[in-house]
């Protein structure tokens, strides 16, 4: 049974920082990719950052958190991490951690773990 939980979320000022952490089982973690993405109410869901497979050799990220979001990968503990600093309001959405097999259509979602930032 394929599982992707996330964790970590809650609500901080601005400037704040906070890591999400994504537990994955039932699939082959280091094969895949794994991706944040977040909905802000009102709004599409939305790329966040990515970290290749295997080693996590490369790492892609949305241009309003470069520089301030940090992602990263343990193979042995199957869990991916998103590391947020210097928060800011706009980046309150639920966040969505998501599993996909390179260059196939397989891909794993979790349930998603509120970040609200505000003052």
């Known amino acids: 049974q394929v599982q992707l939980v996330e964790s970590g979320g809650g609500s901080v000022q601005p400037g704040g920082s906070l890591r999400l952490s994504c537990v994955a089982s039932?699939?082959?973690?280091?094969?895949?990719?794994m991706r944040w993405y977040r909905q802000a109410p009102g709004k599409e869901r939305e790329f966040v950052a990515e970290i290749s497979n295997a080693l996590g050799t490369r790492r892609n990220y949305e241009d309003s958190v470069k520089g301030r979001f940090t992602i990263s990968r343990d193979n042995g503990k199957k869990t991916v991490y998103l590391n947020m600093n210097n928060l800011k309001p706009e980046d309150t959405a639920v966040y969505y951690c998501n599993a996909w097999l390179t260059r196939t259509p397989v891909q794993y979602w979790g349930q998603g773990t509120q970040v609200t930032v505000s003052s």
């Open positions: 039932g699939f082959i973690f280091s094969q895949y990719s």
